[in-house]
């Protein structure tokens, strides 16, 4: 069981709403190295990649050569991405370009002055909280997807048996708010743990631990942690009952695929909103490692391997449950990586990176953001080996994912602070 504090469960809601929506992010712990997610197919461009990246080129052309988009016919895909290509050339995929941490639109020149900068640019821990928080630092109790849930819970889901987030990969900052908690699943065992002896064993330990929680202590912490769990024992109670009352999902999931099996999870408890009185979801995946300091090809190819099908048989299940056009999923990520390899086949940290966003109301097809000029110690660079300055902050690119998803306009600053400092505060892909 999660043992979050998951707020006290309600009776079943009743009846659908026609409103409904969910964000869903994948978040690719330990940099993805965008560079070779998303490349330059035009004659020149595609030279000037293949000469700076060296042994870690992929092919234009033959075995293993890149996906050319056919709606964006002068950029390509990672030729581990067939099923991203195919959402993004049917319209339901879109791509942005260049997104960092940033406080302030920043140039390389300011950048090199040290301008309004993010506290500890190229360091994992603090760039993983950054782009879960959309703040300048990561020393902060709420992420941004806890700040969305505090603002607009009492408005969607004020039936709700369950809280608006749930995460799929344990405890995030992302997920944090001031007045609302996450809850937590273990995805594949959403009825919680199992007891492996014979029933009246089983049912005799259940018994005894849960009359532990009702032990007045008088201490503060053991309260609180005996309040979490007792609510987690009904959270699995009341999830289970409900993912009980359907039919199994149709659609097939990639097997032996640790975001797949988080990703159905996320499905199946999309199948039972109505039961749970949730007209709003939002949902935290992850998948690991992507820290490719040497052998990335052998590496990154294998993990987007398992995120391409993974991706798209969300999508197709979402398709099945006709909510494609209320769930929207997106990838965040530590930062990119150098453009100029090492000395190991790899690359070290860097900034700027690319994502992907997916949805039925997604406006697919296009790429959205400034791609960088992929020049070493050029405009775009920050050093001299290709760790390029965000064109887009990531703060733009969650606020145009929480208005989609329901905050207004007035609010954006609520959720994101420092949103004033960009003059186009959303982007306009979905």
Known sequence: ??????????????????????????????????????????????????????????????????????????????????DIATLF??????????????????????????????????????????????????????????????????????NASIPMITSVAGDTLFCNGSSSTPVSVSPGNISGASCSEGTTECGAQ??????????????????????????AYQYAKTLTAAT???????????????????????AQIIQVRAALGVNRQIFFAGIGNFDTHSDQLTLQNALLAQISPALAAFYQATQELSVANNVTSFTMSDFSRTFQPNSNTGTDHAWGSHHIVIGGAVKGGQMYGTFPQLVLNGPDDSGTNGRWVPTT?????AATLAQWFGVTAAQLPNIFPNIGSFSQETLGFI
Not at 32 to 42: G, K, T, Y
Not at 51 to 69: D, E, V, Y
Not at 393 to 397: A, E, I, K, P, T
């Open 1 to 82: 069981m999660g043992l979050r504090p998951f707020g006290m469960l309600n009776a079943m809601a009743q009846g659908a709403s026609t409103d409904y929506k969910a964000l869903v992010c994948i978040f690719l712990y330990g940099g993805n190295d965008a560079n070779n997610m998303l490349v330059p197919f035009d004659a020149t461009g595609y030279a000037n990649y293949a000469k700076i990246r060296g042994p870690l080129a992929l092919p234009q052309t033959g075995t293993g050569s890149l996906l050319q988009l056919g709606a964006l016919p002068n950029f390509a895909l990672n030729p581990n991405l067939p």
């Open 89 to 158: 050339n049917n319209r339901n995929a879109a791509l942005v370009a260049n997104v960092g941490t940033l406080v302030e639109p920043t140039t390389r020149a300011q950048f090199l002055a040290g301008q309004m900068l993010p506290s500890n640019l190229f360091s994992h821990p603090d760039q993983q909280l950054e782009w879960q928080n959309a703040a300048p630092t990561g020393g902060t109790a709420t992420g941004w997807a806890g700040r969305i849930a505090d603002t607009l819970n009492a408005s969607y889901n004020p």
């Open 206 to 231: 259940l018994a005894t631990a849960q009359a532990l929680l009702t032990f007045d202590s008088g201490l503060t912490l053991v309260q609180a942690d005996d309040s979490i769990t007792t609510n």
């Open 244 to 266: 009980q009352s359907v039919s199994a999902l149709k659609t097939v999931f990639p097997a032996n695929n640790g975001l797949a099996t988080q990703l159905k999870q996320i």
């Open 393 to 397: 902050g990531s703060m733009q690119y």
